[in-house]
């Protein structure tokens, strides 16, 4: 499968406990998103990175929230302290090149996180 | 501030039963209209993308067009399986997409 991988699919965690969730890009793009999905509401931009680097955070959350794209591996969204408020689906995305270069943005199947 | 919207909310045909899904969008200098398709419980299928007025692209049974206003979706003699929500989308800075909240499309056998 040469998609865009995402683990784990599901994830419960009890408030305060902290939710790490893993991104595989796919295979030759080096361009990683994070999206949020809450329940019935759109998509919504989280953070943009790079290889080690995070291009655009504008849309994540101050506290708590922290992603990284390591050199090798992949990439991690961690959530830190988590709420009730913080249960949704969590997609990851990669792109070939950048987005406003007119690259398409593919997406994972998501993690569901559900806060107890 | 830029806005998708997306109409209806939802919609239920009758399989054959040809029908348009909306996407109006205010973005000063569009940069591209994306539509993607999603399955419960799956992630977002990219399905389109659109760059000026009057551009088509079709896929199947699926045909997206784009106006300087808005984006339709046309779904002709539809199929239980086009059961999915329907999302566009439109660049939100250089970096990501802003979403509408989609079109939960239900076709009955």
């Known amino acids: 499968n040469a998609g865009v991988m995402q683990n784990p699919r599901h994830l419960v965690r009890r408030r305060g406990q902290e939710a790490r969730l893993r991104c595989s890009p796919m295979k030759g793009h080096s361009h990683v998103y994070w999206y949020r999905q809450l329940p019935e509401e759109g998509l919504k931009f989280m953070v943009y990175?790079?290889?080690?680097?995070?291009?655009?955070e504008s849309g994540m959350p101050k506290e708590r929230f922290s992603a990284e794209f390591p050199k090798e591996g992949p990439s991690i969204l961690r959530i830190q302290q988590v709420v009730r408020g913080d249960s949704a689906a969590y997609f990851c995305?990669?792109?070939?090149?950048?987005?406003?270069?007119?690259?398409?943005?593919?997406f994972g199947e998501g993690s569901w996180l559900t806060v107890v | 501030e830029d806005q998708v919207t997306q109409s209806p909310e939802a919609l239920r045909l009758q399989e054959g039963e040809s029908s348009s899904l909306n996407c109006s969008y205010t973005v000063s200098g569009l940069r591209g209209l994306f539509w993607y398709r999603q399955d419960p419980g799956k992630g977002p299928e990219f399905l389109f993308t659109l760059y000026s007025a009057g551009e088509e692209k079709e896929k199947e049974r699926l045909k997206a067009t784009l106006t300087k206003k808005e984006s339709f979706l046309h779904i002709t003699a539809p199929k239980p399986e086009d059961s999915a929500t329907y999302l566009c989308?439109?660049?939100?800075?250089?970096?990501?997409?802003?979403f509408g909240t989609g079109t939960r499309l239900t076709v009955i056998p």
């Open positions: 989308a439109v660049p939100a800075g250089a970096n990501n997409l802003f």
């Open positions: 990175l790079q290889k080690e680097n995070i291009i655009d």
């Open positions: 995305a990669s792109s070939l090149g950048q987005r406003h270069s007119g690259n398409t943005i593919y």
